[in-house]
């Protein structure tokens, strides 16, 4: 794989006339700014990232603030967008940043790179986009980008590949304007050189892109070698209701699926309901509703849920503070959440509207 020259220069030309300038995170480049909305980014798309980055700035302004927060309400904050251990490591490096260094982002990607939850490539964008850095990234994009133009042959997972995409990144780092042409390598990733369907024609690259010359340029980068399908499965999810009309919700350990989130008491597929709930919680079911059963995909297998409603009789037996609490509805919607305990409750909010409209019908 031969560099090319007058790559970079090509890069920030259309940058210049085709380059995403408007962000919110661009307004204010700050270490700080940046670095949320690159871990906001990872896995998640901008469109969806937008919102919520507008919310968390909004309550957590400064990296004291963050670090000075509750990691439940950081939770709250990120539920909805997965992954939420990207949450709890921003939580914990907020507090490392705070009181190892000064509040101030470490001045070098080695540096960056001992915080949690901040790899090299996170680090590099955080430095040449704040600071101008001359440091060269290598995230799905860029990856990407590199790959196809030089028509890789072998997957860049594999340690040599990944390797040799690092050299040609940093290879093409330019001197100067290094924020600008590490945002142009990410927005030419996102916008032109996707994944399923190029638009070659409009890349500053394409005369000498070697993945154009084939005749299907999609087939780079080349795709990880299959694994088996992934398993399957099952579990069911109680949506509790006491007199009071206040819903149960139970705090996950710390790692693990869900790891830290408020979600709902869980049971095997094939347990009963009335009688786990009754032993478990030492008080009486009077009716269960059930709800429509749905699949939710993790990166690694499928969960099959079944929830159902399970109205009791009394709630002071259920008593074991820091696991489990009793919310109103519109308490519980604000907790930190994983989607499908979101979605159940706002069925159970939906059912419940519909019964009450019909009852004044």
């Known amino acids: 794989m031969q560099p090319v020259e007058h790559f970079a220069p090509r890069v920030l030309a259309w940058f210049d006339q085709h380059g995403r300038k408007s962000l919110p995170w661009q307004e204010d480049k700050t270490p700080y700014r940046v670095w949320i909305s690159e871990i906001m980014l990872q896995q998640t798309q901008v469109t969806t990232v937008i919102p919520y980055y507008h919310k968390f700035m909004a309550s957590f302004p400064t990296v004291e603030a963050l670090a000075a927060a509750e990691q439940d309400d950081v939770l709250a904050h990120w539920s909805g967008l997965g992954y939420y251990t990207r949450a709890r490591n921003m939580h914990k490096a907020a507090k490392m940043l705070v009181e190892e260094f000064d509040s101030e982002f470490p001045a070098t990607v080695e540096g960056v790179c001992e915080l949690p939850g901040i790899g090299r490539s996170t680090a590099a964008a955080i430095l040449s986009i704040s600071r101008g850095v001359q440091a060269a990234i290598l995230d799905g994009n860029v990856k990407r980008v590199l790959a196809r133009f030089h028509a890789v042959p072998t997957w860049p997972g594999e340690r040599k590949t990944e390797n040799a995409l690092w050299e040609l990144a940093e290879h093409y780092m330019p001197s100067d304007r290094c924020g600008d042409y590490t945002q142009a ?29 084939t005749q299907d340029p999609t087939q780079f980068p080349i795709r990880k070698p299959k ?124 059912d419940q509207n519909t019964k009450s409209e019909r009852e004044h019908t």
């Open 185 to 213: 390598m990410m927005d030419l990733g996102a916008t032109l050189c996707t994944r399923a369907k190029p638009q070659c024609l409009l890349c500053p690259l394409e005369r000498d892109c070697q993945g154009r010359l």
């Open 227 to 350: 694994k088996a399908a992934k398993p399957e499965k099952s579990l069911q999810l109680l949506v509790m209701i006491n007199p009071e009309q206040k819903i149960l919700l139970e705090k996950r350990p710390s790692t693990g699926i869900w790891g830290g989130l408020w979600s709902l008491p869980e049971l095997a597929s094939e347990e009963s309901i009335v009688l786990h709930t009754e032993q478990r919680f030492a008080t009486q079911v009077t009716h269960v509703i059930p709800l429509s059963s749905f699949r939710h995909t993790f990166s690694h297998y499928h969960l099959d849920i079944c929830p159902s409603q399970v109205h009791i009789s009394r709630s002071d037996s259920v008593m074991e503070e820091g696991k489990y609490q009793w919310f109103n509805h519109q308490d519980a919607m604000t907790q930190g959440l994983p989607a499908p305990v979101r979605l159940i409750l706002e069925q159970v909010k939906t």
